[in-house]
């Protein structure tokens, strides 16, 4: 059971009104995620705008961000990120074999090498960031990595590592 109230947008001050309905335009809902943060709306303002710019734009395709969000969110236990995210696989046409594939065996998964050294960086630097080598980061630039490659990819890992912590802290349910 979550730990804290949800704002819903009948409750919600005008700020948040128009926020919630950018992100219902996103989703065609609004994740509870967002409608915890909306209890401080400059952090859901923020964290709306981040999301926006780390998930919905750069040059790294979706189906590598929704799988770096999966694997980071496996990594870290968010059960909320790991389904929520499952889900945004599942809505770009990845098969729920596919996705099984890309948790356990990413090595076989329908990804170019450079995309499989990228997820494979950013769920390094999740898990381990002070271990991350040299020979790491040269493994995805021969893999032909650019360092906006490099830098998007950790952002989405940075991303889903708070999201994690944020979720699991207060305990908020999928919904």
Request: proline residues 3%; charged residues 25%; hydrophobic residues 45%.
């Amino acid at each position: 059971m979550a730990r804290i109230s949800m704002v819903e947008p009948t409750s919600a001050d005008s700020q948040v009104q128009e926020l919630f309905a950018e992100i219902n335009a996103a989703f065609g809902r609004i994740p509870n995620l967002f409608k915890v943060y909306a209890h401080h709306p400059p952090l859901l303002e923020a964290n709306w705008h981040k999301v926006k710019r780390v998930m919905m734009e750069g040059v790294l395709p979706r189906k590598v961000k929704e799988s770096i969000a999966v694997l980071v969110s496996m990594d870290n236990s968010c059960s909320y990120c790991i389904a929520a995210h499952e889900g945004a696989l599942q809505s770009i046409g990845i098969s729920s074999e596919e996705i099984q594939m890309i948790k356990t065996d990413l090595d076989s998964a329908d990804f170019t090498e450079k995309e499989k050294a990228l997820i494979k960086f950013a769920r390094k630097a999740n898990s381990a960031p002070l271990q991350v080598t040299d020979e790491e980061v040269g493994i995805a630039r021969t893999a032909g990595a650019t360092d906006a490659e490099l830098v998007e990819a950790l952002g989405v890992m940075e991303v889903f590592t708070a999201f994690n912590k944020f979720l699991d802290t207060l305990q908020v349910e999928l919904g």
